[in-house]
């Protein structure tokens, strides 16, 4: 497995407007994202062939040839395939084959853009709540992060830290012992089996502290996905999509996809709940030294020490080290 072969979210779908290619950042890498007159998303490297100018700096033109995407320094247009179509300075000419940028493959899944580097016989991270239509369904983020993605994926699946990082939320000092609970292999990552928490207020509706029933998922190596069913609240079940775009090496964007019951609260007020939790976890991630996810087997290699409450921390870093994962670890 190659970094370059997955799929990765680099933007909300929403964000690519008409008009305006979007600026993104992909495993240290730049590309402009924009769309045809079709509503297809394209991506094109953040650099002109020309002169070496960004072309999201640049603007969308749609007309009788087609949809291009001009370049802001000599106005250069280069249309959906990546190819040079006119240059102003000489409009006889006919641009040759060299003229061209390269095109980036793109998906749209979960209200994300998805890009991938290099062909290869892989898949989106999977979130299978997306078409389940007894839940509401909302995108929350980007979070940006000065952090590994890595890092970000192991504290989503760390159970042991809620009554200290999200006291008073979704954990509680008082309640810290976890349960036992197994893991399970899958293709695409694992399932960690039987995780329980008490905590104070499991979701945006809670208005009383409950026993919540957690199962956890590792969908891909920067995606992971819980279900959770608290006890007190009969019939409700959240799901909650991790999906992070590896910017570099140490830096990440966020996005958490919900899918809910919660059909009473408006927008604001779910995006508001995710937002306070994720701000109680960022300053404690981004505090983690080294902010790459050390794969090491021991503090005496350069590692870290664990524990039985870590299993699912133990289990994501033998996952990254079986798949030859080699972004944001070390």
């Known amino acids: 497995m190659n970094e370059s072969t997955l799929w990765h979210p680099v933007a909300a779908s929403a964000s690519i407007v008409a008009d305006v290619p979007l600026p993104v950042r992909l ?28 072309l999201s700096l640049g603007r969308v033109l749609h007309g009788e040839a087609g949809s291009r995407l001009e370049c802001p320094y000599h106005g250069w247009q280069f249309d959906a395939t990546g190819q040079c179509r006119h240059i102003p300075a000489l409009p006889a000419f006919t641009p040759p084959a060299t003229h061209a940028v390269c095109t980036h ?3 749209e899944r979960h209200g994300l853009v998805w890009l991938r ?3 290869a016989d892989t898949t989106l991270p999977a979130f299978d709540a997306e078409v389940d239509p007894r839940l509401r369904k909302l995108l929350c983020g980007p979070y940006e992060v000065q952090s590994s993605a890595p890092r970000i ?3 989503f699946l760390d159970l042991a830290h809620f009554g200290f990082v999200h006291d008073g939320w979704l954990g509680d000092r008082g309640h810290a012992t976890l349960a ?11 399932i960690a089996h039987g995780c329980t928490a008490w905590q104070p207020q499991s979701n945006r509706l809670s208005t009383q502290g409950s026993e919540v029933e957690y199962r956890y998922e590792l969908t891909g190596p920067y995606s992971a996905q819980l279900t959770k069913v608290p006890q007190a609240q009969a019939g409700y079940q959240d799901v909650i999509g991790l999906f992070v775009c590896p910017v570099d090496p140490e ?4 996005w958490f996809r919900l899918a809910v019951t919660d059909f009473d609260s408006d927008d604001a007020q779910l995006r508001a709940f995710q937002d306070t939790i994720f701000q109680q976890d960022q300053p404690v991630l981004e505090s983690q030294s080294p902010k790459r996810l050390p794969l ?35």
């Open 180 to 190: 036992d609970y197994r893991i399970e292999a899958t293709p695409q990552g694992f």
């Open 105 to 107: 493959e793109i998906q």
């Open 153 to 155: 994926v192991e504290n």
């Open 296 to 330: 090491s087997l021991g503090p005496g290699h350069g590692g870290e020490v664990h524990c039985a409450a870590d299993r699912s921390s133990a289990a994501y870093r033998r996952f990254l080290t079986d798949r030859g994962i080699t972004f944001g670890v070390c």
């Open 251 to 254: 830096r990440s964007r966020v």
């Open 117 to 119: 580097l290099q062909a």
């Open 27 to 54: 495993l240290s890498q730049d590309f402009a994202l924009w769309r045809d007159a079709s509503g297809t998303a394209r991506a094109f490297p953040d650099r002109c062939p020309h002169r070496g100018t960004r």
